[in-house]
């Protein structure tokens, strides 16, 4: 799990969410209020849902381009429950949120990978979200 993530805000700039990305070297960033996760935005986000499209996203805001619904874990979920869930919603990063649904990381397919790469089901598991279309 990577603990305390960068966020951003639903009213913070698409722009500020990508230098952010940038300048953390990830491809995503949970969108807060306060610190409940609200959304989550990518760089694909930014990418096809703005880029692409021809919209400049230093004027436009989070939450015209970030995944509203998201799924998270809490701190104390067992990997394997984890890694159940990404397989079934065929996501890549899941925010973790303590007992009050507040924001403490993000755990991703590598860190699973990393925690548990000698069981050949997780391996198998991790190569069939790694090859579904990014939802996350």
Do not use: H, W, Y
């Not at 805001?61 to 397989?87: F, G, H, W």
């Not at 069981?119 to 090859?131: A, C, F, L, W, Y």
């Amino acid at each position: 799990m990577t603990p305390n993530p960068a966020t951003v805000s639903e009213k913070d700039s698409i722009r500020d969410a990508a230098r952010i990305m940038a300048s953390e070297d990830t491809g995503v960033v949970p969108v807060v209020d306060g610190r409940k996760v609200v959304g989550m935005v990518t760089d694909r986000d930014i990418v096809v849902r703005f880029v692409a499209e021809g919209k400049d996203p230093a004027n436009a805001k989070v939450n015209e381009c970030m995944t509203k619904s998201v799924r998270s874990v809490k701190e104390d979920t067992p990997i394997a429950e984890v890694l159940s869930m990404m397989s079934s919603a065929q996501i890549r990063r899941v925010p973790v949120v303590n007992s009050s649904d507040e924001l403490v990381g993000i755990v991703s397919i590598g860190d699973i990978s990393t925690e548990t790469n000698q069981d050949n089901k997780v391996g198998r598991t991790i190569e069939q979200i790694s090859q579904a279309p990014s939802n996350n």
